[in-house]
């Protein structure tokens, strides 16, 4: 069968399925590898939301969920896609959590013509018509951030990122940010995804001695580097948490647990769904 009606038999197979009682939607979170943490709040929060569509009754369909674990490897992401809407005729994906993830989904969604839920923090400098993107982007947390910091801490930087899109685009915009304010960035560096070998990057800060850290390590990488800073800001004061802080645009709650102590004093911006009207979110928000 040629590829054009291949793509047609697949787009009216998915119209037929959604069309009828259930619809089957791809859930595709990493709940296993170095940054799995956040992939299990992720499918947590879609299963709840599809378990609340299936539970009321105010639609004429239900949702059946297509899960599949990537396991933080982003070649997985593209495969268990493409299957999701081949296979199991998935017009619609939730997930992925990094955005070299994202992006390794854009082509299959092109090619079956589906749509990618993306909820987590994204660069920015992207707009595609598979993807919804539903996360904060830099206008909405690296540049109220720095826009909050610099005044009280300084204008001397150092960045550092896991190795992949958001880390360099993040630091990228960071380096704009503290140019446009005549600051300096003491040092960028980054570290492969999982990788807790960063010993060199906590040298490097005693030698520099920035103001502040901008922190784009995530997962495992990112916990490392926060407890061994830490341990030597119990060595020195001078890099105590509320002389020299840590940034972030990334680190969610579910997060703290793991990291304990070395979570606090992290000044940290992100999503919130400041207009949910419960009476304790509006004290809150107040």
Not at 109 to 120: F, K, T
Request: hydrophobic share 40%; net charge negative; proline share 5%.
């Amino acid at each position: 069968m040629p590829r054009r009606r291949c793509i047609a038999a697949r787009r009216n197979q998915r119209v037929e399925s959604m069309t009828g009682s259930e619809i089957p939607v791809g859930v595709l979170f990493s709940s296993t590898g170095s940054y799995s943490v956040i992939g299990r709040e992720g499918h947590d929060g879609a299963m709840t939301a599809i378990a609340e569509v299936n539970d009321s009754n105010l639609f004429d369909f239900t949702l059946k969920a297509i899960t599949a674990d990537p396991a933080c490897r982003a070649e997985n992401y593209a495969l268990l896609a493409n299957r999701m809407m081949a296979k199991d005729n998935c017009g619609h994906i939730i997930g992925c959590q990094t955005s070299w993830s994202r992006k390794e989904l854009l082509p299959v969604l092109e090619r079956h013509q589906g749509l990618l839920w993306y909820s987590v923090p994204y660069e920015g400098f992207e707009s595609h018509d598979r993807v919804i993107y539903s996360g904060a982007c830099p206008n909405q947390n690296v540049v109220p951030l720095f826009k909050h910091i610099l005044p009280q801490f300084g204008k001397r930087a150092f960045l550092t990122g896991s190795n992949y899109i958001w880390g360099w685009e993040m630091n990228r915009i960071a380096r704009e940010l503290l140019a446009a304010e005549d600051g300096a960035v003491m040092g960028e560096r980054y570290v492969a995804l999982g990788d807790v070998d960063i010993g060199h990057l906590i040298s490097e800060i005693i030698e520099t001695r920035p103001d502040f850290i901008f922190n784009n390590l995530i997962g495992d990488s990112s916990y490392a580097f926060l407890r061994a800073l830490r341990d030597l800001s119990e060595r020195d004061a001078a890099f105590r948490p509320n002389v020299m802080p840590v940034l972030s645009c990334n680190l969610t709650e579910a997060e703290l647990p793991i990291i304990g102590a070395a979570a606090e004093g992290v000044i940290s911006t992100s999503s919130y769904f400041e207009t949910a009207r419960y009476p304790k979110n509006i004290d809150f928000v107040r």
